[in-house]
């Protein structure tokens, strides 16, 4: 009887201590609401007629993309630990609710990891960007996704022509992270997806065989932040390359993913900074993004802008925030053609609970003379609101 006692005993401790060495936390966002937009396009002076994109819907995503995730980590002793992430997007206003045509989920990041106390922690996976991590933490709009930023740009209709400004996420990568040490932290990735294709006799059978050459995608990114009490400072510089066999050149792409276009290098850096005067947040921040031609370096676009913004609470729970910016897009080409553009946004939270808030944002932007730049339409401007709920858990 004393040896069943010791023995279910040593079982309950022994599977006590299990459980306290690892955990998997199951969390998302759903955020749903109503949306309405009008997204004009102008044409050049050498052109006919205009275009005007009007919408009002029951939408979704509008404050914050809505997902699903699951992570986890499990203590390995001495101070380090294994870790996990895996983040899917939801559309919860769809008939998709993983908003895949092929039936799959939509990934954000998936990614696994040790981390060393003391020292930091590094992970392999699809990951956020260095320059992704910086917005994060100096966005006065908290990366919303209504039209108004000149930092993080969004879409209201098709004939928008707001351009990412930088990389979001990349696959194929490895990031690190260090500790904070006298509140200096650092971060960076690498990514890498090369494939060299080699053809030796004849090409007898076009359909199956190339003439081959390399399809190299890779990329890296370094990035710094400082504390200092109220102070925040963050810095990031990423460059991506994607080189194909084609002979086409395809820059700037027009979504916020990790596809930096085709046969393009992709240049991109950020400063941002924010300090908490106690009743409101001031940001300011600056963000360039270059594509190059692989082919010819002297063939580019360029995107560059800066915004400033503040967000505070009003009451202990009305939260709001404002921000305006501007900036421009130039290209290789007679006299360096140059594509004005200015953003602002107004927001404002009521929070219900910790988990549950309502909210409502407007913002508007505007493009002109972009013909000669992107080759579009003479100018373009757009405007949205978009009031809703969202709930984490």
Do not use: C
Request: charged letters at 15%; proline letters at 2%; zero cysteines.
């Amino acid at each position: 009887m004393k040896k069943s006692l010791l023995a279910i005993a040593a079982m309950t401790a022994f599977a006590g201590a299990a459980q306290a060495q690892s955990s998997v936390t199951v969390y998302g966002i759903l955020d749903v609401g109503f949306t309405g937009a009008d997204a004009k396009a102008f044409p050049a002076s050498n052109a006919v007629g205009s275009k005007k994109t009007t919408s009002a819907q029951f939408g979704q995503s509008a404050e914050t993309t809505s997902r699903l995730g699951f992570k986890g980590t499990e203590d390995l002793g001495g101070g380090l630990a294994g870790f996990f992430t895996a983040e899917f997007q939801l559309y919860p206003q769809e008939d998709r609710l993983s908003g895949s045509t092929a039936g799959g989920l939509t990934n954000r990041q998936t990614f696994v990891g040790l981390s060393k106390k003391g020292l930091g922690q590094a992970a392999i996976g699809t990951q956020y960007t260095p320059i992704h991590t910086s917005v994060a933490a100096t966005d006065p709009g908290q990366q919303n996704n209504v039209v108004g930023s000149i930092i993080y740009p969004a879409k209201a209709n098709s004939v928008d022509t707001s351009t990412a400004a930088y990389t979001i996420r990349q696959n194929n990568a490895i990031t690190f992270n260090t500790e904070k040490f006298a509140g200096f932290s650092a971060k960076g990735i690498y990514s890498q997806k090369n494939q060299n294709e080699t053809q030796t006799g004849a090409n007898n059978t076009a359909a199956l065989y190339t003439a081959g050459g390399t399809k190299n995608v890779n990329g890296w990114g370094l990035g710094v932040d400082y504390t200092w009490q109220k102070l925040l400072v963050t810095a990031a510089y990423q460059s991506f390359r994607n080189e194909t066999n084609v002979s086409t050149v395809n820059p700037i792409t027009t979504t916020n993913t990790n596809d930096n276009g085709t046969n393009v290098k992709d240049n991109q850096a950020y400063v941002g900074a924010t300090y908490d005067f106690g009743i409101l947040k001031a940001y300011a921040s600056w963000i360039s993004r270059k594509e190059l031609s692989v082919l010819n370096s002297n063939d580019y676009v360029k995107r560059s802008g800066q915004q400033i913004g503040v967000r505070s609470f009003i009451t202990p729970t009305i939260e709001a925030w404002a921000n305006i910016g501007n900036g421009s897009y130039k290209a290789a080409g007679v006299g360096e053609p140059t594509a004005n553009m200015n953003a602002w946004q107004l927001g404002s939270n009521y929070l219900l609970s910790k988990r549950t808030n309502l909210y409502a944002i407007y913002g508007k932007t505007q493009t002109s003379n972009i013909t000669t730049v992107l080759g579009v339409t003479g100018s373009a401007a757009a405007s949205q609101y978009a009031v809703g709920v969202r709930h984490t858990f």
